[in-house]
């Protein structure tokens, strides 16, 4: 059995994983793309965190939407430079596959010119060290606060997805982005939009994973990308109730291999459980059956 304590743990770290889903999730099932530019901004996020904390001397809570605004302006940008010019190719699928790997390694590039290789980390005091007892488990503040940030914006983005004219728009593209066209949608907006708010929700994961482990790395997006795909293949495909649960299960299956089999196992087990699901369930837990033909 997981103690509480761990149980707290794979809560904590599985609602990270399941915000960083949550932007690939947005944009391959919207827009039948994969973006591979989503890691670099995860660490993108986190280094800009820390360079508002610590140069610019903001308050933490006032970082996080001010890197939500600069990496959704940065998912514009990917948008215009690494997918608009290729649409109207027959490759699209795949050069703006390889595209948005370049795109990340610009990214990256331009961080370790900026920072160097070094790992970075928040000024001592940036956040509340408080902490509190929860049925025997001790729980700090920012664990509450990171939690309660990831829920929010899962539940606004499921909102606005659901009840928005803008997410109306999403749908129709979705479904037949040449139809959506016809029927008066602006598709290259609707494009635009999905784009910048899955990244902005992937650099705000970036900035929470950096707080939890009080460090930022050119490579920790590369370290979760594995994760989030794993992620959104169990939860479904294009599924965000899905990317939720999915995140949350992977932070429960690592604590638990860590807890009971050593912290070496944590990937084996995290990744056995996606070819369980796979085998029993491949189109994920809450994918549909049947494939969506464009």
Request: proline share 3%; charged share 10%.
């Amino acid at each position: 059995m997981m103690d509480i304590q761990q149980l707290f743990n794979g809560l904590f770290i599985g609602s990270i994983y399941a915000l960083f889903a949550i932007g690939f999730t947005l944009v391959f099932g919207i827009l039948d793309k994969l973006n591979l530019a989503h890691p670099a901004v995860f660490a993108v996020g986190a280094f800009a965190g820390i360079e508002l904390v610590q140069v610019a001397g903001l308050p933490i809570w006032v970082a996080l939407p001010v890197v939500f605004v600069i990496c959704g302006l940065l998912g514009l940008v990917i948008e215009r430079v690494a997918f608009r010019p290729l649409k109207g190719r027959s490759d699209a699928h795949f050069a703006g596959l390889i595209s948005s790997i370049a795109m990340a390694g610009m990214f990256i590039a331009l961080l370790q010119w900026r920072y160097g290789p070094d790992t970075r980390r928040f000024p001592a005091g940036s956040f509340p060290e408080d902490r509190f007892a929860v049925l025997g488990a001790q729980v700090t503040l920012v664990q509450v606060v990171i939690l309660g940030i990831c829920l929010v914006l899962v539940a606004a983005l499921s909102l606005l997805v659901s009840r928005s004219r803008w997410g109306r728009g999403m749908r129709a593209v979705a479904e037949n982005p040449a139809a959506a066209q016809v029927l008066g949608v602006n598709v290259d907006r609707v494009t635009s939009l999905t784009l910048a708010i899955s990244s902005a929700l992937g650099a705000v994961a970036g900035v929470l994973f950096a707080i939890n482990v009080n460090s930022a790395q050119l490579g920790m997006g590369t370290a979760i990308e594995l994760k989030g795909l794993a992620v959104i293949i169990v939860g479904g495909m294009a599924s965000l109730p899905g990317a939720l649960i999915g995140g949350l299960l992977l932070g429960f299956a690592e604590v638990a291999a860590v807890q009971h089999l050593g912290s070496s196992w944590r990937d084996l087990v995290a990744f056995g459980l996606l070819f369980l699901i796979l085998i029993v369930r491949p189109q994920g837990l809450f994918g549909a059956r049947k494939v969506r033909e464009v």
